[in-house]
């Protein structure tokens, strides 16, 4: 399905402009047009699905596939010190765009950006209630 208004179902249709990079029968991949460093590109779902709670197995896997090749694209035209796959659901996690979509972010040791945090080792009686209450859920 797609949405009329949706900027991501537009630029998959070829109906808004984007740099594209690749594309197959249930993915897309393009430049993002805020980049948080040189070569951040994103790959999204062809189909409408705002997040990982509702794309479908086949789209995922494709999205999936396509992430690796624009990493290894990415990751051989830029040579970063890093990069970051990142994927956000709902408005806790700052999710801007409600169409499932993957960062394909190249990082460097000075960028800087918000999303590193330190290890510290979790209680293990709360980490253990944890897996037992998703678990249930599973
Ligand atoms: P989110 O915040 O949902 O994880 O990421 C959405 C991303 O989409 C942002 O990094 C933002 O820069 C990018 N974005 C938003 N609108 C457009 C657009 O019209 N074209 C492109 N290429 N990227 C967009
Ligand atoms: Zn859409």
Same mark, same amino acid.
């Given at each position: 399905m797609n949405v009329p208004h949706c900027i991501f179902c537009r630029i998959a249709r070829h109906e808004a402009p984007a740099y594209i990079l690749? $594309? @197959?029968a249930h993915s897309l991949a393009f430049m993002d047009i805020n980049p948080a460093s040189p070569g951040h590109a994103l790959v999204i779902a %062809? $189909?409408?699905a705002v997040n990982i709670f509702d794309v479908s197995a086949p789209a995922l896997a494709a999205v999936m596939a396509t992430v690796q090749r624009v990493a290894l694209a990415v990751n051989a035209a830029f040579l970063p010190d890093g990069l970051? &796959? &990142?994927q956000s659901n709902g408005p806790g996690a700052a999710q801007s765009v409600l169409h499932f979509h993957m960062h394909v972010l190249p990082r460097s040791f000075e960028d800087g950006l918000p &999303?590193?945090?330190l290890l510290r080792p979790g209680e293990r009686r709360a980490i253990e209630a944890a897996? @037992? %209450?998703i678990r249930a859920a599973l």
């Open positions: 690749c $594309e @197959d %062809r $189909e409408h970051s &796959i &990142i &999303i590193n945090w897996a @037992d %209450r």
